[in-house]
């Protein structure tokens, strides 16, 4: 039997063993929430901040997908309501022309009589497809608020946990536990440790940073009355102002008659007729309007949707609701009476800004 012998196929690394006291330094290291790699020290927060950039990153594309297929419903249902509106229309005229016809041109009564009948089906199909177009819609904007919020809150704490790292590496540097510590492990290192943040840090850090500018944020004061309500100053229109009522239980920016009519809006015979229960258990009727802007602070949104409530109304006061608030990830404070308003700043409003800056 031949016996062969192979040399040079297979190197294997030198593996360093620690001695016990290396093992009780790299232990009471780990005790401070400092990781021994093979050739620094890296706090574990470090490594949070890294998964949670991955994780934010997830989430910019997830808001900026749900936000596209909120624009994308918001004109299909408009188009819809044009749609409708022209429909209607023209069967109040066909309605006219038929009550004007002379009685025994049986063909023509006919015909109007078809007309009128094929345009109040398209109308039946198109309220039904609005229906569950705007159950599509409202989903859609619960979407991209869940979505928002999620962004917001994790570079909020992103920036806290950034800002803690920083403070915390200044800190353990000074602890005569983690000196001795590092001190025993500089005994047999080829390159001596130092307890410092790393550049990977320093990148994330400045990646928050373009993350955090995307971020806008105001907090607005707000005038508080007797009975707990909290009014906000609303510039509706680019030129008219009202004070509202900031309310979150209302799924609607709602206006009384007689304050629409202040600020520019009259609602037309056109305009979706819809049914509203108000605070007292009441049912009442309310057309559906759709302000271009709407103001509150620097935060403007536009195509605002807005219930404009019938003349018996007479008490209601004016509610900036969800269709407004939704846009937003925003936060009442009772105690200091302020609105916080907080937005995600686009991608085309990004583009906008740069050009802007250089």
Known sequence: MMTLLLSGALCLAPVRHLSAEQSSAKEILEQHGIRVLKDRLQL????????????VTKLRRTLIATDREETKLQ??????????????????KLSGQLANIDQNNV????????????IRGQLNQLNQGLKQHSERLDEARKE?????????QLVLDMRQLADTTSAE?????ENSDVQTAIAELNKSAEVPYELALSRSFTRNVLQLEKLEESILIETIPLRKTAGDSFYASVVIGGEHTAEMIVDSGASLMTLPLTIAREVGIEPSATDPQIQLKIANGDVISAHMVVIPKVRVGKFVVEDVECAVLGAEATDATPLLGMSYLGKFKFELNAQESTLKLVDVESQDQSKQRNRRTR
């Open 44 to 55: 574990e927060s470090e490594t949070e901040l890294s998964k949670s950039l991955r994780d």
């Open 75 to 92: 004109q299909q249902k408009e188009a819809a309501l044009v749609q409708i509106q022209s429909l209607e229309q023209e069967h109040t």
């Open 107 to 118: 063909a023509l009564n006919n015909k109007l009589v078809g007309a009128l009948n094929a």
């Open 144 to 152: 991209t608020m869940q979505a928002r919020e999620a962004f917001v």
């Open 169 to 173: 590496v200044t800190t353990l540097a």
